[in-house]
């Protein structure tokens, strides 16, 4: 079954749906620059109310391994996902630090952009179109394409039945794709959790 990750979340609300739909992740985001960025306290409050049968995913754009090492061993996060410039030499200082999981996103524009993710030591991988902006990029890019991955990047409850049937990721991962005046809604986070539940991948 493909697996499921809300991404963005913030709010105590987002949290009380989530513990009834049980998605496989949630992500919080620890990039100061993003409008869904959360505190250090405001993340641990959140992970505290969460069913714990739900992994929290922390989502960093070029921060420090020491500090994202320090979310994972606090408990507050589950899993890094790697947003920015992160390079092979970071995910080794990384897991000096952590034996955690980490997740390494890549922005797909082109063929020659899957080829740095077929060496990419991480646990996971992303493709992405962009970063958070809603854009879906060109899946015919994936055909062939063999090494299990979370996809993201404009996946909404109306689209990802496609995705699933047609790609057969490991995992999709959606935000603005569940928002409905840049918040989180919660019939469209369900109906996105049901259609997704709806087909084996």
Known sequence: MTRIKLCGITRQK???VINLIKPDYIGLVFAPASRRYVEDETAAML??????????????VDETPARVAELLNKGIIE???????EDEAYIHKLRALTDKPVIK???IK????????????ADHILLDAGAGDGAVF???LLSGYDRPYFLAGGLNPANVEEAV????????????????DRVKDPIKMREFCDTVRGFIA
């Open 110 to 121: 082109a063929g020659e952009d899957l080829l740095k993710t077929r060496d990419c030591s």
């Open 165 to 180: 049937n047609r790609l057969h990721p490991f995992a999709v991962d959606v935000s603005s794709g569940i928002e409905t």
């Open 14 to 16: 987002d949290i009380e």
């Open 47 to 60: 992970k505290k109310q969460l069913d714990p049968s739900v992994k929290t995913v922390g989502v960093f």
């Open 105 to 107: 996103a890549f922005r």
């Open 79 to 85: 899993l890094a996902q790697l947003h920015g410039n």
């Open 138 to 140: 060109d899946w015919e």
